[in-house]
């Protein structure tokens, strides 16, 4: 199945797709600085569901995700996801 892309290549998964939360995942590992406008406009993810997606990640994937100031950084992937794989969702 193909997806819709964005002007920066990453694909435009359906709401209840969890891509969607590996999506913003390599974004923020990707980004120079990753803030919650610079993670909206590179994945063209709402705003408003940032937060709780990066909470998502945190509670189902044991993800460590740190945020000093407006930058977020990732700590630890955990156990579960491995980054290689995460970052292969921003190809689609």
């Known amino acids: 199945m193909e997806f ?3 002007e920066y290549g990453v694909p435009q998964y359906p709401r209840s797709d969890a891509r969607k939360l590996l999506v913003l995942l390599a974004a923020i590992d990707c980004l120079e600085k990753p803030t919650l406008v610079t993670l ?5 993810q709402n705003k408003g569901t940032i937060n709780a997606d990066v909470e998502r990640l ?3 994937f044991g993800v460590q995700i740190d945020k000093e100031g407006a930058v977020y950084s990732i700590r630890s992937w955990g156990e579960v996801l491995k980054k290689g794989g995460v970052k292969k969702c921003l190809r689609g």
């Open 4 to 6: 819709e892309v964005n």
């Open 40 to 44: 909206t406009r590179f994945t063209g």
């Open 58 to 60: 945190r509670e189902q």
